[in-house]
């Protein structure tokens, strides 16, 4: 089991700039695709971006496409959400997962660990 904990959300005004970071505790990240999710009060959970364990495939929801990039330091056991340009339409709480499958799916059920999640508001 890894454990995951999210962190770097906040107030910001539009326009602005954050980056979320995930540290993974536990089993090695090593070989485990990564995920970041978003759910607004009200809304569904919803897909924002993914990374496989090399780097090598990331994805992205074209709602956060040329925005946010994610990124990640295995020997750092750490996820990165570099997020800027950020809208009011942004604001949810963040939430980090990975599978170990290598799979950077976009789907939330392939993901297999959750953190508990960081907010993210941002006024207009």
């Known amino acids: 089991q890894v454990q995951l904990v999210e962190s770097g959300g906040g107030l910001v005004q539009a326009g602005g700039s954050l980056r979320l970071s995930c540290a993974a505790s536990?089993?090695?990240?090593?070989?485990?695709?990564a995920g970041w999710f978003r759910q607004a009060p009200g809304k569904e959970r919803e897909f924002v971006a993914s990374i496989s364990w090399s780097g090598g495939t990331v994805n992205y929801a074209d709602s956060a496409k040329g925005r946010f990039t994610i990124s990640r330091d295995n020997a750092k056991n750490t996820v990165y959400l570099q997020m800027n340009s950020l809208k009011p339409e942004d604001t949810a709480v963040y939430y980090c997962?990975?599978?170990?499958?290598?799979?950077?799916?976009?789907?939330?059920?392939?993901?297999?660990?959750w953190g508990q999640g960081t907010q993210v508001t941002v006024s207009s």
């Open positions: 997962a990975v599978n170990n499958r290598d799979d950077p799916s976009r789907r939330y059920s392939v993901y297999n660990s």
């Open positions: 536990g089993r090695t990240f090593s070989w485990y695709a």
